[in-house]
């Protein structure tokens, strides 16, 4: 059985069929024609298309570009809560740690009196997107290598300048050691 939409799948009711009377002035018996595209109708949508494609491409482009940027900075505050919660739910101190000459990122966990890595997913090192770099905010007694959350819920206070490959400059940062990182700058150059 066929399940069909619209009309008739049946050729003879897609045509009228004249009386006998009338089938050789309408040329009854006569196959009738589909309605449909033409192959040139089909070449021309599809140049349309490309035409509006290449038109878009390269304000796709940059959008694509700027998304990294953000996609990191989202990423790396993302690390950052896991990093707080763990710490508040484990009873250990967590580092995130960012290597700002290979531009990596990753997270460790106090194991007596050293630090080493999780060995987890979360624990592996991150890379930010090519191009892009990281740099540590000058703070106030800081070691400036790592931002450390505590057991209390507490977060060493130290920021994080992240500019992507466009100029788009994000500042991850807490604004006191009680709340979690955030972007607190976002700007173009």
Known sequence: MTLTTGRSADPRRLCAVPRARDARAT?????????????????????????????????????????????????????????????????????LNVDTVEQTYWLTVQKGAGFQELGTEFGRRFRLPERMEASWLPAVGAANECIEFFPDGRIEAAGLRLVGKEGEVFVIACRSETEPLTVVQRSSR
Do not use: W
């Not at 796709?60 to 809560?81: H, M, T």
């Open 27 to 95: 040329g009854a018996g006569r196959p009738c024609h589909a309605q449909g595209f033409t192959l040139l109708e089909l070449v021309l949508v599809m140049l349309l298309v490309s035409l509006v494609m290449a038109l878009a491409a390269p304000s796709l482009r940059g959008f694509l570009i700027g998304r990294k940027s953000a996609d990191a900075a989202a990423n790396v505050i993302a690390l950052a809560q896991y990093a707080r919660a763990k710490a508040v739910s484990t009873g250990c101190n967590y580092r």
